[in-house]
């Protein structure tokens, strides 16, 4: 399961339409019908008002495979979220040693 299915699949429960649900976010049904059929990402920015409403933890939007870890860095804040687990760090260093520290830990494997 990755963001996508998530993100139906907990509207579903809540039994809300994706008119209703795309109002409450503020944007087009046809936005919200993109992100539900995967064929484009949700701005990180939407995450705490989309959990919020479905009552859920953000990370229960990404849950795939228990021990799945996905890397990206990427420099622009208007980094789109598909599926996985993301940590907003503006201090460089931090990144890069974080970087490391799993790369370590891949190669071991």
């Not at 429960?13 to 409450?24: G, I, R």
């Not at 460089?92 to 891949?106: G, M, Q, R, T, Y």
């Amino acid at each position: 399961m990755n963001f996508s299915n998530n993100l139906r699949e907990l509207r579903h429960k809540q039994k809300v339409s994706q008119e209703d649900f795309a109002d409450f976010l503020g944007v087009d049904r046809k936005t919200y019908a993109r992100w539900e059929d995967g064929e484009s990402g949700v701005s990180s920015d939407y995450l705490p008002k989309i959990a919020e409403f479905l009552n859920v933890e953000i990370g229960e939007l990404f849950k795939e495979k228990p021990g799945d870890i996905v890397v990206n860095q990427n420099d622009n804040k208007e980094c789109l979220i598909n599926a996985g687990v993301f940590l907003l760090i503006n201090d460089k260093e931090a990144v890069d040693h974080i970087f490391d520290v799993i790369k370590k830990k891949v190669e071991k494997q």
